[in-house]
């Protein structure tokens, strides 16, 4: 009977997963009882979770360093975070802009590469190469010589670059009213990368990767390609944080954040009933800390942009009217608060403590035995809720988009 209500309300993939999460958790378990695992797993999460990522922009002056700087913190121009931008250099030494959400990532706006002010030999030493991460070296031109050199001097410097190519919606738009007969919007981004990659190599970089992008819409082009690399070449404990930040401008980047976040679910059900646990009131058998469930829920909202100051942002760059936006949210629409989180507990404990009954079956450590109801009713309230607050985040994207055939086809935009 316990069997069959299990079957029924979690599918086979879960269950496998759950398993797996489980298995890892009682590896743990064989050096020590659950409050030192807990405390242990705790203080990963918080790191995983607080990674510092410095990342320098660079490139030429009105390249849009500074917009790409807003962009990527999900801000516009006129916010009062905002770098400034505009038709004037106004960056003259580097500056720091924390992320508005996650302030351990820092995007450092440069000055402008190949001034006089800046040769590009000076240039590495007054930004303070040693402090970044990685580069990202933006032209809304040509590629030259000044970028190349630099390219150069990061790799020797043993640090990593990115190159692009900004303001495509530019070029796209020229080609379109210019030549209507031919124009093919494929065709000029081929065009821009061919010539990118040429000029590149001709300045003896090799296997040259360029990134095409439009500031204005960061979704569009290669950004979610550019995101992907990007997280990938990081090293591996910076890869959440920075997955988090990252605006959730595009069907693919919402997929890897909810895969990653998913991935965590069983550290935080760990840290939820093994670091100062007290009973749930009206849930039998579980005892948590709400807090840690309550700043979980509160940041799948947030990574996810459907915290309210991302959802009429949202709006306004798009230019989606406020009241549809807010409709596509069907789950919960404000702050998560206690009592929501005791009401899913509740609701994942009908469904979790078949399971429980399984894994109680089998020899387990004594302490994850005491703490095993909790732990898979917590566990099943994380999966189901990421479950929904992703499916809300899809109808977001696609309300948000509704006549932007491009955000549903990003893979046609690969090199
Ligand atoms: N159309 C278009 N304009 C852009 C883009 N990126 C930046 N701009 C504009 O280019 C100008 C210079 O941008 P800014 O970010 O200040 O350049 P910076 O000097 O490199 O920091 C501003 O007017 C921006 O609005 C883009 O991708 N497309
Ligand atoms: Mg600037």
Redesign the pocket.
Known sequence: MAGRVFQSSLSQSKILELWRDTGALMGAFEAGGLPAVAARLQATLHSLENARLDIGIT????????????AIRGLG?EDPNS?????????VDPTPYPHPKYPNIVIW?LP?IGTSRFPTGRYLQRVLLERYDFFII?T?DSFTTHHAQLACEILQQGKRFYLVR?????DIAASRSRRPGTFSEEGVLRQIREDCGRRLRAEGLKDPKVFL?????LGKYNFHLLEELMVKELESHKQHAFLLAVPNVSKPILEKKAASLRQHIWLVATVACGVNPSPVPGVRDVACDLYVLISSLEGYRHSLGLDEDSLVRLAEQTGQPLHKILAAVQGWKTEVTEALVVELLGQASRDASAFTQELLGVPVPGALATCGISFTTIYHMLRTALDEVVKDARRVLTQAFLHDSDHELPDKRNQ
């Open positions: 490139g030429g002056t009105g390249s849009g360093k500074s917009t790409f700087v807003n121009d770098a400034c931008t505009g038709v004037v250099e106004m960056t706006d402008g933006i809304s900004s303001k495509v919606d530019v992008l439009s500031m204005f819409e």
